[in-house]
């Protein structure tokens, strides 16, 4: 999807509270600003929300000289579910639809969220997963359900570190026999890279690549040629998160999206308030008609 | 005041809200963002946040080619409070202390957000006055009431059009003989200028200046040297509003501030939560000690 004018001054606070996350140091703080009011009077619209943050946390791993500035915090966030698997899993196992439970976890994962300046405190974590197990969810859940079922192999595009662990449980579900795990190819943000799909153990159970980028979304056109040919030929594709949403919802191909809705631009977008819990699926491929041959 | 880093996503958003009420074209909107965003890479945040507004409202009247776009909104709040005077007034003149009431409803025509797109209901005034009236003054109320006494002429420095009606209350406590209204010179967003002080009968009663700015507040810079030697002169200075605070707040002289505090950053500058209404005074002029001559 294209950027919305009113992500403008929603990118300008997140430069200004991504810069004081890393720095407190007044002159890299204003420079920063300074430099993205810059680049975002000249850039292109027609690009996804998440080109928008690439370029943002580039210039500041740049300026601070860290390749991986919220590494700690990811290795806190990836701990800290991995306790309430035994619980939860008993809980997937127990449910009359242990897929339906396991989507809700997976999306409770995502809607809490772990940032990278604030903690997350484990009765937030219990809260949102309490949350996500009662209220209904927005969208095409069964649709998804069918698509699963059919599907022989299915790619998994994770979103951010901490929320793999509530991730693994609907790998669990779905098979990690046919499932492959992408997540991003370089540092950003607090999104999940090779090392957390490690440290919460997912490459024990499934394949994981990563697609070569470090924008917090997946943009294609951005993604190494191995992950794009991964992409194609994925027969079903799962993707987390509202980064992954901004940059493929126009992409046509067998695509779920799972996520909760953040922000007003997202929910105008949808047609669903913000804080709904989404299962929704991106245009479908064209099927050339025969008749029409 | 300095304009805060913190500003500067709250500009961003203020110019796009700024456009969309005067246009629906957009390209217009997004050439008005684009400019922005350019002209703040660069500008120098030792201005107050309302040389920054001041900006961006000057565009949009250059691009929307409309000296006065808010005129229409202006007449529906400066008549919508009109009405309530006679029971406003007796409500005063029945108080125990009439200054501090006239003082709180002038506070709750500050606090009452007539923008300049949403319409304000006579209930929502009824709420504003009625919180004002209940919650406490935050700030230095009996040093006012004390400056107000022993002062021979005083200088109002008004804010939006629509408070002016409940300014008039206060200015009848005041003692219309020995005030001075000050407006701005030409229009800025729904700020009041001399149209508005005529609408509301606050001629009739005192003398009315402008400031010659353009400015939504009071850059003493930007103004007409008419209005900086009435400044300079006066024995007492009542500037309402967050804009006439944020251009004054550093400006030594006999000041009173009255207004709401709307905002995080003005919250931590004077030590007071967001939604406090505040009546504070700006440093004391120095005066030179005989002993050190």
């Given at each position: 999807m294209r950027s919305s004018l009113d992500c403008i001054p929603c990118f300008v606070r997140q430069t200004l509270e991504a810069a004081r996350a890393l720095s407190d140091d007044a002159t890299i703080l204003e420079d920063t600003v300074r430099e993205m009011l810059l680049w975002m009077a000249d850039a292109?619209?027609?690009?996804?929300?998440p080109a928008f943050a690439q370029h943002i946390h580039r210039r500041l791993r740049f300026v601070t000289g860290e390749h991986d500035p919220h590494r700690a915090a990811k290795d806190r966030h990836n701990q800290m579910p991995l306790h309430l698997l035994p619980r939860l899993r008993a809980l997937v196992g127990g449910s009359s639809h242990p897929m339906d439970t396991a989507v809700r976890l997976a999306i409770a994962g995502n809607a809490i969220d772990m940032g990278v300046a604030a903690e997350v405190t484990e009765s937030e974590l219990d809260q949102a997963i309490a949350q996500a197990l009662n209220r209904p969810l927005d969208g095409k859940p069964h649709e998804f359900y069918r698509a699963v079922r059919s599907a022989e192999s299915i790619l998994y595009l994770a979103d951010n570190a901490g929320e793999l662990a509530l991730d693994l449980l609907l790998i669990e579900q779905l098979g990690p026999h046919r499932v492959t795990v992408a997540v991003r190819g370089e540092p950003v943000l607090n999104d999940a890279t090779r090392i957390d799909a490690t440290d919460v153990g997912l490459d024990r159970i499934v394949e994981v690549v990563d697609?070569?980028?470090?924008?917090?979304?997946?943009i294609l056109a951005d993604c190494s040629a191995k992950f794009r040919r991964r992409f194609a030929d994925a027969e079903l594709i799962i993707a987390k998160g509202q980064g992954n949403f901004e940059s493929l919802s126009e992409e046509p191909g067998n695509i779920f999206f799972l996520f909760k809705v953040k922000c007003r631009v997202i929910a105008d977008h949808v047609g669903m308030p913000v804080g709904a819990h989404v299962v929704t699926q991106s245009p479908q491929r064209r099927t050339e008609s025969r008749e029409r041959v």
């Amino acid at each position: 999807m294209r950027s919305s004018l009113d992500c403008i001054p929603c990118f300008v606070r997140q430069t200004l509270e991504a810069a004081r996350a890393l720095s407190d140091d007044a002159t890299i703080l204003e420079d920063t600003v300074r430099e993205m009011l810059l680049w975002m009077a000249d850039a292109d619209l027609g690009q996804p929300p998440p080109a928008f943050a690439q370029h943002i946390h580039r210039r500041l791993r740049f300026v601070t000289g860290e390749h991986d500035p919220h590494r700690a915090a990811k290795d806190r966030h990836n701990q800290m579910p991995l306790h309430l698997l035994p619980r939860l899993r008993a809980l997937v196992g127990g449910s009359s639809h242990p897929m339906d439970t396991a989507v809700r976890l997976a999306i409770a994962g995502n809607a809490i969220d772990m940032g990278v300046a604030a903690e997350v405190t484990e009765s937030e974590l219990d809260q949102a997963i309490a949350q996500a197990l009662n209220r209904p969810l927005d969208g095409k859940p069964h649709e998804f359900y069918r698509a699963v079922r059919s599907a022989e192999s299915i790619l998994y595009l994770a979103d951010n570190a901490g929320e793999l662990a509530l991730d693994l449980l609907l790998i669990e579900q779905l098979g990690p026999h046919r499932v492959t795990v992408a997540v991003r190819g370089e540092p950003v943000l607090n999104d999940a890279t090779r090392i957390d799909a490690t440290d919460v153990g997912l490459d024990r159970i499934v394949e994981v690549v990563d697609n070569g980028s470090d924008a917090p979304g997946t943009i294609l056109a951005d993604c190494s040629a191995k992950f794009r040919r991964r992409f194609a030929d994925a027969e079903l594709i799962i993707a987390k998160g509202q980064g992954n949403f901004e940059s493929l919802s126009e992409e046509p191909g067998n695509i779920f999206f799972l996520f909760k809705v953040k922000c007003r631009v997202i929910a105008d977008h949808v047609g669903m308030p913000v804080g709904a819990h989404v299962v929704t699926q991106s245009p479908q491929r064209r099927t050339e008609s025969r008749e029409r041959v």
